[in-house]
T-cell receptor, first 118, second 112 residues
Framework: GAVVSQHPSRVICKSGTSVKIECRSL??????MFWYRQFPKKSLMLMATSNEGSKATYEQGVEKDKFLINHASLTLSTLTVTSAHPEDSSFYIC??????????????FGPGTRLTVL | RKEVEQDPGPFNVPEGATVAFNCTYS??????FFWYRQDCRKEPKLLMS???SGNEDGRFTAQLNRASQYISLLIRDSKLSDSATYLCVVNPQSGGSYIPTFGRGTSLIVHP
């Protein structure tokens, strides 16, 4: 159990276009999902916390108008990179915790989306 | 001081060796602790949760020391397939919600 999917797994786009990444919890409900970015050989960087039915909470330095997050249901969160530029090229990963995970808050990660902006 | 610190390594060990990683955290209000494994260009996968009493899963043993604010991961009888980056994750509790904090990861290379 506790499977998280992400789509697409890889995307190549031209500078200036917007890219939408979907994160789904397949066999559990997740009131909270997290979006991370990881550059090559660097650690995961939390971008934002996505809460179902409310606005996302962004980490310092992450532009909320650039990275639009929508958490429309308990099983789906989307990240839209608007007007993407080459410096946005990165590995984007989402994670989710089962709503029933009371104490230990285990996170399960999606397989990631590799974004390349030309 | 960073919230969660790990020795980046790499730890280069032969097959069959025992290797231990430590991870220190600065927030004493931290509530839950995990070790994740991340292979190159892949997503992190949960390896094990870390309980106050310590826990073991096969060749892997995790320990928590709240007084000194560190967690450890011990890998016995290392296999080539254990080569990966091991991430320490600490969840502080804040107002009913939590923001997971990742260490930078410790790289392990197991060689024949």
């Amino acid at each position: 159990g506790a499977v998280v999917s992400q789509h697409p797994s890889r995307v190549i786009c031209k500078s200036g276009t917007s890219v939408k990444i979907e994160c789904r919890s397949l066999d559990f409900q997740a009131t909270t999902m997290f979006w991370y970015r990881q550059f090559p050989k660097k650690s995961l960087m939390l971008m934002a916390t996505s809460n179902e039915g409310s606005k996302a909470t962004y980490e310092q330095g992450v532009e909320k108008d650039k990275f639009l997050i929508n958490h429309a249901s308990l099983t789906l969160s989307t990240l839209t990179v608007t007007s993407a530029h080459p410096e946005d090229s990165s590995f984007y990963i989402c994670s989710a915790s089962p709503a029933t995970s009371a104490t230990y808050n285990e996170q399960f990660f999606g397989p990631g989306t590799r974004l390349t902006v030309l | 001081r960073k919230e969660v610190e790990q020795d980046p390594g790499p730890f280069n060990v032969p097959e069959g060796a025992t290797v231990a990683f430590n991870c220190t955290y600065s927030n004493s209000a931290s509530q839950s602790f995990f070790w994740y494994r991340q292979d190159c260009r892949k997503e992190p996968k949960l390896l094990m949760s870390v309980y106050s009493s310590g826990n073991e899963d096969g060749r892997f043993t995790a320990q928590l020391n709240r007084a000194s604010q560190y967690i450890s991961l011990l890998i016995r009888d290392s296999k080539l397939s254990d080569s990966a980056t091991y991430l320490c994750v600490v969840n502080p509790q804040s107002g009913g919600s939590y923001i997971p904090t990742f260490g930078r990861g410790t790289s392990l290379i197991v060689h024949p």
